[in-house]
């Protein structure tokens, strides 16, 4: 059997590259494992006949996600980065001797594609996994080059607990907590990215809502002690009751935010002159609003095609925006991906936080428009009004999600205020690309890009080495960063913003930053007014699609999620005796999840009404049905019957295939 090794640079889209990635991974292994280098590796490894191939996927996963490599273009220069930066940052053992098997398996597959594929760099990435063989399980096991998920487990780990459990996971809770009110100096040291981390293992446990309430307080106040360096009995915060892991990721942020902003220094008269005498323009203090408005020209009246699920610009197009930027990013990777763009990534972001850019379905494309009725808002703004209406969109309401990445707990406010504080007066010197991997967790790359587009840093961008993407050499916090900054951010704690407000699209309101900040720059009169979404009253036709099943329901508007869901199970004859739930993408980019009434959430079933949903024709949505099993329905709104006013009407009126059964193996 002879494999296309080339088979993923043939696609150009990143989600289906990804999803191809794992049937070529198996066919390779499978080959692999029949080679004689396989058979040998084996044959001294017999321990690792079930889990064969395992560290040749994190490779070539890892090679492709996280440096746009594919197995053709790897040279020892990315070997070395996977598996000397991103396997100990991302992957936790359960066992340190785990390790052990690591080199040997990926000797033995670089052995076998220079035998049987002639890799032209196997030679020299086989030599390298030589001299890293001594040394790799120390690497993988050093808690300096843990990332942010990894030291929370593996802390835990280390301690004993099984973090598989919910009963582990508390009891090395209750552990940390009693040393740190015993000041042992050797109390384990978690970090904020670590403690949300494992909220979400948590979340995924189920936790009982009774006994949150006291668990998340104590964890609150311990990690709010190490990061902002006070004493619990000085200044605790107090937690509400919370009915859920997502209320308190929220409130944790909210005091995380006012600890850390209480650490800024008072705003100097040397500041306030600095603002009152700053000048917006389209240069000044940054390029934002000259790039910005080049990717609105870019993206024009038609809008552009997006790539797969994340909606993101596609490949072909990124080198010939960079081009029209204030200073493109230099990058030497054969196929960079939007993210390998850092300033590009950024403004995307914006668009996406700021309403302007909007995902709408035509035919069976996805593309990027603009938002006409908010592009004649933004036209109608100075420079001054967009370049804070841009800095709101990005501090407040930004979150990765809106990049096609997984949800997470922070929004990029949260992360650039833990930044900030963290750069030295005399700035920060990136000495090479290892030093530069902590700026891809905090603030993140399109974070630190963004900072020097809005005129907040000085960042010299340096001219990347063969095969590797942007570099920066240095970050220095600018006169008007530290002013504006200082600012901004105690105006949240003024205004008691509350991140992540974007739950609620009817809850996003620019402004919020004009009482702190419109004394110094008093033509900032108006702002960007998100329209709202008018629900429609009628008769909606939604087309149901399990595999290559379908089904086609009309229900009325007056009618609730819930009866959404009985038809929906109805047509495919499933029993309703499990929890579901809906979601679907706001126009800002983020999930929104309506729960089973008996669900933890803070909408639910049972009182959304269809019309109540922001959805116009070709809107997508997603029901999920049995948490166990996982049925994920998808659902595309065809049309609006706005002449049929029928309130109690539900019907399935089309149907093509027979529905799988729900339960197959009871037989």
């Known amino acids: 059997m002879v494999i296309n090794l080339h088979c993923l640079d043939q696609i150009q889209d990143y989600d289906q590259a990804i999803a191809a990635l794992e049937g070529f991974v198996e066919e390779l292994v499978l080959e692999f494992v029949e080679s004689p280098e396989g058979k040998s590796y084996l044959k001294a490894h017999p321990e690792m006949e079930e889990y064969v191939g395992s560290w040749i996927d994190n490779l070539l996963y890892f090679g492709y996600a996280y440096e746009s490599v594919t197995l053709p273009q790897m040279t020892k220069d990315s070997i070395e980065v996977i598996v000397t930066q991103i396997f100990p940052n991302k992957i936790s053992l359960l066992d340190p001797e785990e390790a052990n098997s690591t080199i040997p398996e990926l000797m033995a597959f670089w052995q076998f594609l220079k035998r049987e594929y002639k890799h032209p760099h196997a030679h020299k990435i086989i030599k390298f996994l030589k001299q890293v063989q001594p040394k790799f399980k120390d690497i993988m096991n050093d808690p300096q080059n843990f990332g942010i998920a990894k030291s929370f487990m593996m802390a835990g780990i280390a301690q004993g607990f099984d973090m598989t459990t919910e009963e582990g996971l508390l009891e090395f809770q209750q552990q940390h907590n009693q040393k740190l009110r015993s000041s042992d100096p050797d109390s384990l040291s978690l970090n904020l990215g670590g403690l949300l981390s494992g909220l979400d293992l948590v979340q995924d446990l189920g936790l009982p809502a009774e006994s949150l309430q006291a668990e998340l307080s104590s964890l609150l106040n311990e990690f709010a002690a190490e990061m902002t360096g006070e004493e619990l009995s000085k200044s605790p915060i107090e937690v509400p009751s919370v009915s859920s892991i997502e209320d308190f990721r929220r409130q944790f942020q909210a005091e995380m935010g006012q600890k850390l902003v209480e650490k800024l220094p008072e705003l100097s008269a040397e500041a306030i002159a600095i603002l009152k005498q700053q000048q917006i323009s389209k240069t000044a203090p940054g390029t934002i609003l000259q790039d910005f408005q080049a990717l609105l020209d870019f993206i024009g009246d038609k809008g552009i095609a997006v790539s797969g699920k994340r909606h993101l610009i596609p490949m072909k197009s990124l080198a010939k925006f960079n081009q029209q930027l204030s200073e493109p990013i230099q990058t030497d990777l054969q196929r960079p991906q939007q993210k390998s763009y850092p300033s590009i990534n950024g403004l995307y972001l914006l668009l996406r936080a700021s309403g302007l850019g909007q995902i709408t379905q035509k035919g069976k494309k996805m593309v990027l428009t603009l938002n006409e009725q908010l592009l004649t808002n933004w036209n109608q703004l100075n420079f001054t009004e967009r370049y804070f209406n841009l800095l709101e969109a990005w501090l407040i309401i930004a979150n990765e999600e809106m990049l096609g990445e997984r949800r997470t707990p922070l929004n990029e406010g949260t992360k650039c205020l833990q930044y900030w504080s963290e750069i030295p007066p005399q700035g920060q010197k990136i000495k090479n690309y290892e030093s530069q991997q902590n700026l891809r967790y905090y603030p993140e790359f399109h974070n630190l890009a963004l900072m020097k587009l809005f005129g907040l840093v000085e960042a010299d961008y340096g001219k990347p080495q063969s095969g590797k993407g942007w570099r920066v050499k240095s970050v220095k916090k600018t006169s008007w960063g530290e002013a504006l900054m200082q600012s901004a951010f105690r105006g949240f704690v003024t205004q008691e913003i509350i991140w992540g407000e974007e739950e609620d699209t009817t809850a996003i309101k620019f402004g919020k930053l004009q009482p702190a900040l419109q004394p110094y720059f008093p033509e900032w009169q108006n702002v960007l007014e998100i329209p709202e979404i008018e629900s429609e009253v009628g008769v909606y036709i939604f087309k149901v699609t399990l595999g290559k099943v379908w089904r086609r329901i009309a229900i009325s508007s007056q009618m609730t999620l819930w ?21 679907y993408k706001n126009q800002f980019g983020r999930t929104i999840e309506i729960s089973h009434p008996y669900a933890d959430g803070s909408l639910f079933t049972d009182k959304v009404k269809i019309g109540d949903l ?18 994920e329905f998808q659902l595309q709104l ?6 049929d006013l029928r309130p109690d009407y539900g019907e399935i009126i089309a149907s093509k295939g027979k529905a799988p059964q729900q339960y197959p193996d009871w037989e």
């Open 563 to 583: 009866d959404l869901s009985r038809l929906i199970l109805n047509a495919v004859d499933f029993d309703d005796d499990h929890l579901d739930m809906f979601r």
């Open 614 to 631: 922001p959805l116009v024709a070709g809107a997508l949505m997603e029901y999920i049905f049995d948490f166990g099993d996982w049925w």
């Open 638 to 643: 065809e049309e609006i019957k706005t002449d």
